[in-house]
């Protein structure tokens, strides 16, 4: 009965889109208040429909009713609680559905918390929001509907062993939270292409949401990575997989915006191009889902899929972007600028960044679909080395880096050579002393490109921190936007330090070990003691046991496990680390050699590593300062205490 | 710098940087494209000897073998009409096994061995990777062929 309440209740509220999607938009080009006031109570209605809809295929798995396909599909009766909740969201189905709710809970969030946004606005951004869910509903029941029923069954077939981890429990939302967020700078877009207004009060409606669905998808591809390190098995924290660089893609075109969106609203300048790359983030979020979801291309992520639902993703990605690059090639020229401003300003800075982000999209999109490109004209069968995307997306990021610098300090409209270097040779002098003291310290050799990386790193850090500094204000008093680009940035820098230090740095050894074998890395002592037999809930484990010790004292024991799960009879690996702020140290079983006790095993020695997500951090921290910016919500207030005050006016 | 000079500058630093892009990634893609070849391919001489490429094909049953006391593992691969013989120092992916399909990343050498870097097998048992797939499904082609 409840799974059939849960697809009843999605068709309500696939009704509710269409409404939602129709009627508002239709009212506010006919001016219509009637209609346009639909919009609200339409977002409220899909909402509660889909999350019915989905509590119902929570309660489903929880409950483990097995005679849901997708239920038998995903979990099993042995499987941990968490993992239960968890696997809803674990396969195409469920996920899905997830992208749904996320997708109608953004609508509910603009329609509660953006009073200040004029009614035909609103209903407008609504309207598209609805358009979009009319799209994901409609693929949802037509052709990946998780409450299908067949016979029951005695038990599930379980959830893939990989997924069974915590961090992949979370992983998929926060990365769908920053997708979908996305779809709130596209409605705000269209919104504005529609009506032909894009003022500085629309960048400052649209700026907080671009911010969270910005630090959402950065904590997403952070946990991703992290995820990747510790749980695939071999210690690679980013392999420029087609998946890893579909969610890397919107990201780099959402930081690209959140910048332009700076100089619209300070400066009226960079509408259209604004506009363009709200559209590009949504677009390339979907681009993502199609890429994860029709398995065309070879990735870690391509579980088990379908073209047909490829095909079906291909079909709304294509009316999306054709439908809104109509719009814009209609408006643009509405959307032009007057302003004006000379070589050095910090307008040029952002536009640089803006191109430098563009290109790294450009790039690494070319490189994501060449295999499939060159498939499709039976060029030959092809992949695209990860050494492609290093050579360039290395040297761009110095570029940018530089550029980073330089935008912190530069005035708008104009700005002198003479003041700049006043303000910049003393964060260059300690970015320097830095990045040539720093590997002294604790490298084990001195290296050009790790001084390259740490002198950008520092660069960065010390010219956002020396900036906030000059601005001689009390930390209490300093405005939302200010710290959180401070922090934002600074985190940046962190990770460049993690990423430079550990692929520079890095040792990692396959060796062949037996009882007693001892092995040295750098200044570590690994020796292997042996593999024992151990149980888990729903799998069967070696355990690898590996003393590690410095100058002969003991650091760790890591035991490191070779899991064979029951149902799926599926062999995984199950890392033992070390963690540690300056290096993890990190252990993984290989397989048995012979009969005589011997195994393969991977060492690892990984410098600074933790860097590189703790800097994501205090980019997500720094973008939740900038989105809840008290100026935001002070213009709120004013506005609506003088629409009261109108008010009162016209009654008495 | 009167509005026309800058909005030339502008124009012309905006050229140089996409070409410059444009050239980076050209250079970047050639030296980085991996080609995928079969082992049919690799007798025919179709496959460059020393540059990076994939391979892929069925692991031969029987073919596994590990000297002892020595990490290096050897295995055939086959298409059912050629086979290539695949040399590895390394520890092989949880889900590889004989009789499956794999995909090795690696350089052909002068002898006709394949020395891998990599080497990749179906990581769920629901999936796999389309080239695996495709190489499996004109393995099973063969097959029927000959048993026609």
């Given amino acids: 009965m409840i799974p059939e309440i849960g697809h009843f209740s999605l068709i309500l509220a696939f009704v509710m889109a269409l409404i939602l999607g129709v009627l508002p938009m239709y009212g506010a080009a006919r001016n219509n208040a009637n209609y346009m006031a639909l919009a609200k109570p339409a977002v409220v209605a899909q909402w509660i429909f889909v999350a019915i809809s989905f509590a119902c295929l929570v309660y489903a798995f929880v409950t483990n009713d097995f005679s849901v396909k997708y239920v038998v599909l995903t979990s099993n009766s042995a499987l941990p609680l968490v993992y239960k909740v968890s696997a809803v969201w674990g396969a195409h189905e469920g996920s899905l559905l997830l992208w749904v709710l996320i997708l109608s809970t953004w609508a509910l969030a603009i329609a509660m918390f953006s009073r200040s946004i004029p009614a035909v606005m609103l209903s407008r951004i609504l309207s598209v929001m609805g358009l979009i869910a009319v799209g994901f509903l409609l693929f949802v029941l037509m052709t990946s509907n998780p409450f299908d029923r067949i016979p029951m069954q005695a038990d599930g077939r379980d959830l893939n062993p990989l997924l069974q981890d915590f961090g992949l429990a979370i992983h998929p939302p926060m990365l769908y939270m920053g997708y979908v967020g996305f779809s709130v700078a596209f409605a705000f877009a269209v919104a504005a292409m529609i009506s032909g207004k894009l003022d500085a009060a629309w960048a400052r409606w649209s700026r907080p949401w671009t911010n969270i669905a910005w630090v959402f998808l950065t904590i997403g591809i952070a946990l991703g990575s992290w995820w990747a390190y510790y749980e695939l098995g071999w210690g690679g924290w980013w392999f420029w997989d087609p998946v890893e660089n579909a969610s890397l893609l919107p990201w780099l075109v959402g930081t690209a915006l959140m910048h332009s969106l700076i100089v619209t609203e300070k400066r009226g300048m960079f509408k259209a191009w604004t506009i363009l790359l709200a559209i590009s983030a949504f677009s390339l979020s979907l681009l993502g889902t199609f890429l994860v979801r029709s398995g065309v291309l070879t990735s870690v992520h391509a579980f088990a899929s379908d073209p047909e639902r490829g095909l079906f993703i291909l079909i709304f990605l294509i009316l999306v972007v054709g439908s809104s690059l109509t719009l814009f090639s209609m408006r643009a020229a509405k959307l032009s600028s007057t302003a004006k401003f000379e070589t050095l300003s910090k307008e040029t800075a952002l536009l640089s960044n803006n191109i430098i982000l563009v290109v790294m999209t450009a790039a690494v999109l070319l490189g994501t679909l060449f295999p499939l490109i060159s498939d499709a004209l039976a060029i030959g069968k092809i992949s695209v080395g990860p050494p492609y995307f290093n050579m360039i997306m290395v040297p761009l990021a110095v570029v940018l880096v530089i550029v980073m610098g330089f935008g912190f300090v530069l005035r708008w409209k104009s700005d002198r050579w003479s003041r700049l270097q006043g303000k910049l040779w003393l964060p260059l002098i300690f970015a320097l002393v830095a990045a040539t003291i720093l590997p002294l310290i604790y490298a084990p050799s001195f290296d050009g490109l790790s001084f390259m990386g740490l002198l950008m790193a520092a660069w960065v850090a010390f010219t956002a921190l020396m900036w906030v500094l000059r601005l001689k204000r009390s930390p209490f008093k300093m405005s939302g936007t200010t710290w959180g680009a401070m922090l934002a940035h600074i985190g940046l820098a962190i990770t460049f330090t993690g990423i430079t230090l550990v692929s520079i740095y890095n040792v990692e050894e396959d060796i062949r070990v037996e009882k007693g074998t001892s092995y040295k890395v750098n200044e570590y002592l690994f020796t292997f003691e042996g593999v024992t037999e151990v149980e888990g809930p729903n799998y069967t484990a070696y355990q690898g046991k590996v003393k590690i010790t410095e100058n002969g004292k003991l650091v760790t024991v890591l035991q490191p496990e070779k899991r064979i799960y029951r149902v799926q009879t599926m062999p995984m690996t199950e890392a033992g680390i070390d963690a540690g702020i300056f290096r993890d140290l990190f252990v993984a079983l290989g397989e048995p050699l012979g009969d005589k006790g011997a195994w393969s095993l991977r060492i690892q020695y990984k410098p600074f590593i933790r860097w590189i997500w703790l800097g994501a951090i205090f980019m997500g921290i720094g973008g939740l300062f900038a989105a809840f910016d008290r100026r935001y919500r002070r213009l709120n207030r004013r506005k609506r205490k003088s629409t009261v005050t109108t008010m009162k006016g016209v009654q008495t | ?148």
């Fill in chain 2, 1 to 148: 710098m009167k509005a026309r000079q800058r909005r030339i500058l502008f124009v012309a630093l905006a050229v140089i940087a996409v070409g410059l892009a444009a050239a980076l990634i050209t250079v970047a893609l050639r030296s980085n494209l991996n080609y995928f070849y079969t082992p049919t391919q690799i007798i025919a001489g179709e496959a460059p000897v020393g540059e990076l490429m994939r391979i892929g094909g069925m692991v031969e049953k029987g073919s596994l073998n590990r000297k002892d006391g020595e990490l290096a593992v050897q295995f055939t691969v086959t298409d059912t009409k050629a086979q290539t013989i695949v040399r590895y120092n390394g520890i092989l992916p949880d889900l590889f096994k004989e009789g499956q399909g794999t995909v090795a990343k690696g350089r052909l050498q002068k002898d006709g061995i394949f020395l891998a870097e990599e080497v990749l097998a179906k990581h769920d048992e629901k999936y796999i990777p389309p080239e695996i797939a495709d190489t499996m499904k004109a393995i099973q082609d063969a097959k029927q062929e000959k048993a026609q």
